[in-house]
């Protein structure tokens, strides 16, 4: 059982990852910068490297002598005016480990990427690995960020030997979100009865951090180099995922349906607010459309090659209140 290192760890799914490491008896380095908040691996008996993706030096000690790398670092702020931003993280900083990856001698790359590179089928059936994204005009530059990080990966492997595996994960829900994802503050909102309306149309495809984390540990040792896994348990409604965080707690469900018309209004008026005050806003016509352009996907795949088998997806919702709930009582 070799070295493993989790590049990302003061993330939420690369702190899950770390626990996992660490609870299977793996020997695990992980590699933060100084500033990064580490609560979700505190305690644990890990060696930690010091730095970021584009500290050259920094990657290479952290990777000298490892065996697999897990790769947890991503933007994922969709609604930015300026892209710069996602492009120098998602893509250049990724080249930076790429580079020292190829040449470090390792067993595997586990890389995860998003759903956002998977493609829409037109008939309605369930998207797989093999349909590449035929909407990266609707996604806007996050998505192509995603989509340009995901080649640079496969390209690495065609082109320079790395063993990588691709990991197209949905949206993560569950406990020990210290750093409150998008979608985790959308959980709390309900388990708090102050998710007053919910979206018509609005939906995706999701799963348990705790079913990710282990999906990514699998890939470590089942998956085959080059290839990419829809790591998914299931499409949910806005509604749904509303109703299931508010009984969670005994909280009020959401009562008002927002049309998705008037959700794209909303956005319209979100991009003329950013531009008029040049500044970022959450709301935008990208953030909206990237809440429902999405369709159902089949995660079989990664049933079949890596033996993994998720839980139902709103279980990790609950699990996710309850921890927003009890964070607030202390």
């Known amino acids: ?86 492009f120098r993280t998602n893509v250049e900083g990724l080249r930076h480990v790429l580079d020292v990856a190829a040449d470090a001698g ?78 985790g503050k959308l959980v709390d909102a309900a388990a708090r009865g102050q998710a007053l309306v919910y979206f018509d149309k609005f939906a995706a495809e999701a799963v348990g951090i705790e079913d990710a984390a282990a999906a990514l540990c699998l890939a470590a040792d089942n998956g085959r180099v080059g290839e990419r896994y829809i790591i998914s348990e299931r499409f949910i409604s806005n509604r749904e995922m509303f109703d299931v965080a508010a009984d969670a707690t005994g909280a009020r469900r959401p009562m008002v349906k927002i049309p998705l018309w008037l959700a794209r ?29 999405t369709t159902p996907m089949d995660h079989s795949k990664a049933e079949r090659e890596l033996g993994w088998h998720p839980r139902p997806v709103q279980d990790s919702i609950r699990d996710a209140a309850l921890f927003y709930r009890a964070r607030r009582r202390h």
Request: glycine fraction near 10%; hydrophobic fraction near 40%; include cysteine.
């Open 106 to 183: 390792l067993r595997r790359f586990v890389f995860t990427s998003s759903l956002a590179t998977i493609g829409i089928r037109d008939d309605g059936s369930p998207a797989t690995e093999d349909d590449a994204c035929n909407w990266v005009e609707r996604g806007g530059p996050y998505v192509e960020s995603r989509i340009a990080a995901e080649e640079l990966v496969l390209r690495y492997c065609r082109e320079r030997s790395l063993p990588g595996i691709v990991l197209c994960v949905a949206n993560t829900y569950g406990a020990d979100d210290w750093g409150a994802t998008p979608h």
């Open 1 to 86: 059982m070799g070295t493993s290192l989790v590049i990302g760890p003061s993330g939420f799914l690369g702190s899950h990852v770390t626990r996992q490491l660490v609870a299977a008896g793996h020997d695990v380095r992980v590699l933060a910068r100084r500033t990064s908040n580490l609560r979700g691996i505190e305690g644990l008996a890990v060696e930690r490297h010091y730095g970021d993706i584009f500290d050259d030096a920094a990657l290479r000690s952290a990777m000298a002598g490892c065996d697999v790398v897990f790769y947890c670092v991503v933007d994922t702020r969709a609604w930015l005016r300026d892209p710069a931003p996602l």
């Open 265 to 293: 209004a909303s956005g319209v008026i979100g991009d003329l607010v950013g531009k008029l005050f040049r500044r970022d806003v959450l709301l935008t016509s990208v953030s909206v459309r990237l809440s429902y352009v």
